[in-house]
């Protein structure tokens, strides 16, 4: 057996990983060539990939380079820095400035008329980095067909980037729109890496994802789940309540659960949590399953054909039958509303309603200079990929005693492994 080390490119070479997209285990492409240093030795066929830190060492020798030409300039020393997020907008309609204009507040609703992932967890984070401490927000928004996985997760590990790519060569190819991954008009799929813990999700325009940013001081990590569940339960779905686990099940009998041939699960998972805590205030969203049309394709984008080969620091995800609830995009957000209306307004939802409007945002937002670094930041291939976790790869991949399987190579593996 050969040892196999795959090694970042050093800091000095040129960033070869933006000439094209990363493979994926499934593509003998620009990342596999361009950016990994391929180096053998006659031990074992073990390779040690850490992603994470050079990026990380990168973004260090970044910032120093930033703060010695600012203090070499005497008139620079009253400038922010670049560690320092941009400055609140000005204009009344961006979302970094309606939180701060009214500082009595209390409340917001925001509705995102925008189905990108990208714009949407940008404006979330706006949200939470800029928001009062005291302030409660509901967020609700649609996105298009993508994955995304969790802050410390590993693409290669929780999806199969394979079939992402295919879908993007076939989307709207006519060979594929009668049929197979594409039957519902799947199109085109995003990978999006969040800022939030949590595992990997498929979101599609048949779900709707809620977000609720509070106070920490007060905050548990059932306390909006159960609220989601208040809201399900006015709408009819009876069986709904939050698991141990802290996700939102049903019992498979009802309304638009998935008739298949594990129909008998008699628990299914309609919505997961994720959650991110910063300094006095806590965010906790989710993705509720209403009438997707996609269900069997979740398992597929999230089953990755690599996942024996790699043992990967970080978090895996938990996989768990899942069913829709059945339940209108409308009549969803306008229960959750009402049910967060009547947890954070005083003296319950009629006394505030009208003080709590609902806010409408969408494309405009990109013009907020903080919502468009972190639109701009969530798209790069450093922030998607290079963010992973320190992961061992191991070819062929090794048992749970440690010994090597005699498992074939595969052919999604990069060339010459």
């Known amino acids: 057996m050969q040892r196999l080390s795959l090694r970042l490119p050093r800091l000095s070479r040129p960033r070869q990983h933006h000439v094209g997209e990363p493979s994926s285990l499934g593509q003998p492409g620009n990342w596999a060539r361009g950016s990994c240093r391929f180096v053998r030795t006659a031990h074992s066929n073990t390779a040690l990939l850490r992603p994470n830190e050079h990026a990380h060492q990168r ?39 309606l939180v701060t204009a009214n500082p009595s507040r209390r409340t917001y609703i925001f509705v995102s008329k925008t189905s990108d992932p990208y714009l949407n967890l940008s404006i979330e984070a706006t949200l939470l980095a800029r928001s ?88 548990t990590r059932d306390k909006h789940g159960e609220m989601v569940v208040r809201a399900l339960r006015g709408l009819g779905v009876e069986t709904a309540r939050v698991n141990a686990r802290h996700d939102i099940v049903v019992d498979s009998n009802i309304q638009g659960a998935s008739s298949d041939k594990n129909s008998a699960i008699p628990t299914r998972k309609v919505s997961g949590s994720a959650y991110k805590l910063t300094r006095g205030r806590a965010l906790h969203h989710g993705t509720c399953l209403l009438q997707s049309p996609n269900l069997a394709a979740i398992s597929q984008y999230l089953r990755s054909p690599a ?36 947890m954070y307004c005083e003296g319950g939802e009629g006394a505030e309603k009208e003080q709590t409007v609902v806010v409408e945002v969408g494309e405009e937002q990109l013009q907020d200079p903080e919502v468009k670094k972190g639109y701009d930041e969530l798209k790069t291939l450093d922030w998607t990929y290079l963010q992973t976790p320190r992961f061992t790869l191991s070819v062929p991949p090794e048992n749970e005693d440690g010994t090597q399987s005699e498992q074939a190579i595969p052919r999604e593996l990069p060339p010459g492994v």
């Open 307 to 342: 996942r024996p080969y790699i043992k990967a620091q970080g978090v895996e995800s938990v996989r768990s039958p899942v069913a829709n609830v059945g339940v209108g995009q409308e009549a969803f957000v306008d229960a959750v509303q009402r049910q967060f209306r009547q």
């Open 59 to 97: 973004s260090r020798q970044t910032r120093h380079a930033r703060h010695a030409s600012s203090t070499s300039s005497p008139t620079s020393s009253s400038k922010t820095t670049s560690r320092q997020p941009p400055p609140p907008s000005q204009d009344p309609a961006h979302v970094s400035s």
């Open 132 to 219: 009062a401490p005291h302030t409660a927000i509901l967020f609700t928004y649609i996105n298009r067909p993508c994955v995304v996985i969790g802050r410390n997760q590993n693409p290669w590990v929780e999806v199969d980037l394979a079939r992402l790519r295919r879908r993007r060569r076939q989307a709207g190819s006519p060979s594929t729109a009668q049929g197979g991954e594409d039957a519902a008009g799947l199109g085109d799929v995003d990978l999006v890496r969040r800022r939030s813990g949590g595992g990997a999700v498929f979101h599609d325009a048949g779900n709707v994802n809620w977000s609720v940013i509070s106070p920490s001081n007060d905050f």
